[in-house]
């Protein structure tokens, strides 16, 4: 962790940031056709335009090795969208590499630890994200990671803050007729912010880890976790 941090930010918590998921991965076997895709669209999670009042994942602090630190950040939003084919033929490659963008709105205890900081704005980061590639595909089941780029955002006077990560997938080669299923399961962030001492006035600057998994929830302080956020529509096979 890197950081130019006064004595009163040391005791402080760490921030929060943006889930993914990755349409990602088996490579096309010797027999597959060439990359074809006969329609277009975008999968993506329950969650509404913007991310709807009900949170889908709980968060926590890390260190830098991803280990616990045992402060809660509570639960997020998270809207994922995911552009792709939405159908292909059997034996082919999807053409068009998924574009994938993720919509998070962070619980108010989350953007509560970087107002501490005296943060005023997230300046970008990273996001990996595990995720379940199923149905007619080479590989499937199977257990996948993808990686996604933070944007910089300011950090609100109050309530949570909105963040956007953005990024592309790698392509999956259809078997036989059917459909193939994408869910997004947990992710860790990288976070990067800037800001003002809130002792000093000083510049202030700082990088936080946060790990989050999958919840349902009831309300946003009733959440019981789950194994994963799946997309929707499947991608139909033919």
């Known amino acids: 962790m890197t950081n130019t941090i006064s004595r009163r930010t040391l005791a402080k918590g760490a921030a929060w940031s943006v889930p993914v998921v990755a349409v990602a991965a088996a490579a096309p076997t010797a027999s597959a056709s060439p990359a074809d895709c006969i329609t277009s669209g975008t999968l993506q999670s329950s969650a509404s335009v913007p991310p709807s009042t009900s949170p889908n994942y709980t968060c926590v602090q890390t ?62 980061g990273s996001s990996t994200a595990k995720y379940s590639v199923t149905g007619q595909v080479v590989g499937s089941p199977a257990s996948r990671t993808g990686n996604l780029s933070i944007g910089a955002f300011p950090v609100p006077a109050t309530g949570g803050i909105s963040t956007t990560a953005t990024g592309s997938g790698a392509l999956e080669t259809a078997t036989t007729a059917g459909s193939i299923n994408i869910a997004a ?54």
């Open 63 to 124: 260190d830098i090795d991803g280990n616990p630190t045992g402060t809660p950040l509570g639960n997020w939003r998270v809207q994922i969208l995911v552009s792709t084919c939405t159908a292909v033929h059997a034996g082919s490659t999807l053409k068009q590499a998924p574009q994938i963008t993720a919509n998070v709105i962070t619980a108010t205890a989350a953007a509560n630890v970087l107002r501490g900081f005296g943060a005023t704005q997230v300046t970008g």
């Open 185 to 238: 399961t947990s992710f860790t962030v990288v976070l990067n912010w800037t800001g003002e001492d809130p002792d000093t006035g000083d510049p202030n600057s700082g990088t936080n880890y946060v790990s989050c998994t999958p919840a349902v929830c009831t309300s946003a302080s009733a959440c019981t976790p789950t194994t994963s956020v799946p997309l929707t529509p499947a991608i139909t096979v033919q």
